[in-house]
């Protein structure tokens, strides 16, 4: 099956969830590194972390179901990874930077 690789989510959408990255990138970004196929973001845990990023995870399989997101832990840290196609890798270099 393939999926086009483009973000889905109307225009008028695309500037509040915009402002929801940059406000958890703000907040609790502390690093990304690549990784095989995209890229690994790890944030500070604080009181809303995990719960506003499962929230974008799931925003974002709706409007781009070809990027793939696993949240995860690792001692203090929440760890992200996000991976999709060659196409994608562009999209993916945009998250959180």
Request: net charge negative.
């Amino acid at each position: 099956m393939d999926q086009p690789i483009a973000c889905s989510l109307p225009t008028a959408d695309y500037s509040e969830r915009r402002a929801t990255i940059d406000r958890i990138a703000r907040n609790s970004l502390r690093t990304r590194e690549p990784i095989e196929a995209g890229a690994r973001l790890t944030f500070r845990p604080g009181p809303t972390t995990e719960e506003s990023l499962r929230e974008l995870i799931a925003a974002e399989a709706a409007c781009c179901p070809f990027l793939h997101m696993e949240l995860g832990r690792d001692g203090d840290s929440l760890t992200l990874d996000v991976t999709g196609p060659d196409e994608a890798q562009p999209l993916i270099a945009e998250l959180f930077e």
